[in-house]
């Protein structure tokens, strides 16, 4: 995607383990919005933030998810004690004003595929 | 937010066009057509959007029917690189914040030789 870089690309854990996923945007993009795509699904809302204020975290699956955007650029997804339902490829997406309006759109990352085993 | 209805899965043959139909018959007056694509282990791309008229841009044409109930992604010429699972998103035009994207699970494109 135009701007947007994911890291890490493969991430392997063991069950019960932390992850941190880190979305880095070019700069200038004030939306962003982390998605998880289970296989054979379409990308599913997780959260977003304007700069770096979460104003929108009702897609997070559980508590043990959390995300964070503390200088309104660079946003990591953290899980805590991951599970084997946890397995997915986790995508950032970033736009570059307030998405209040649709013709906004939105540019993808290539996604950080996670396997929790 | 409008559901979106498409096939699981077409063909198209290199060269010629791609029609790939979405059905969203609950679609309000204030609500886009957006259409994305995902090629393999690559996340989504955006294609083209539109609202009531038919849009054309160097990827794609998007035909919305006068009653919007239904919308066609037109690849003119498919190649091969257009192999890709194509998701139609009905999206809210303002919201009181973000607009997130719902996806659903999209028409996978196979272009064949």
């Known amino acids: 995607g135009a701007g947007v870089s994911q890291s890490p690309r493969y991430k392997v854990a063991k069950r019960g383990q932390d992850v941190a996923l880190r979305c880095d945007p070019i700069s200038g993009h004030v939306s962003l919005f982390w998605y998880q795509q289970a296989l054979g699904q379409g990308p599913e809302f997780l959260t977003y933030f304007q700069n770096e204020a979460q104003l929108d975290k009702s897609g997070l699956p559980s508590d043990r998810f959390f995300a964070e955007r503390p200088e309104g650029s660079v946003s990591t997804l953290k899980i805590q004690r991951t599970q084997q339902e946890d397995s997915a490829v986790y995508l950032c997406?970033?736009?570059?004003?307030?998405?209040?309006?649709?013709?906004?759109?939105?540019?993808f990352g290539p996604g950080t595929r996670l396997l929790v085993l | 937010d409008a559901k979106t209805t498409q096939p699981p899965s077409m063909d198209c043959a290199e060269g010629r066009a791609a029609n790939l139909p979405c059905n969203h018959s609950t679609i309000s007056g204030n609500e886009y057509v957006y259409w994305y694509r995902q090629i393999h282990s690559q996340g989504p791309q955006y294609i083209i959007h539109?609202?009531?008229n038919n849009e054309t841009n160097e990827m794609a044409s998007l035909i919305i029917t006068e009653d919007r109930k239904s919308s066609t992604l037109i690849l003119p010429h498919a190649t091969l690189r257009d192999t890709a699972v194509y998701y139609c998103?009905?999206?809210?035009?303002?919201?009181?914040?973000?607009?997130?994207?719902?996806f659903g699970t999209g028409t996978r494109l196979q272009v064949t030789l």
């Open positions: 539109g609202l009531k």
């Open positions: 998103i009905v999206r809210p035009r303002f919201t009181g914040t973000a607009s997130k994207l719902t």
């Open positions: 997406a970033i736009s570059k004003g307030v998405t209040s309006d649709a013709q906004e759109t939105q540019y």
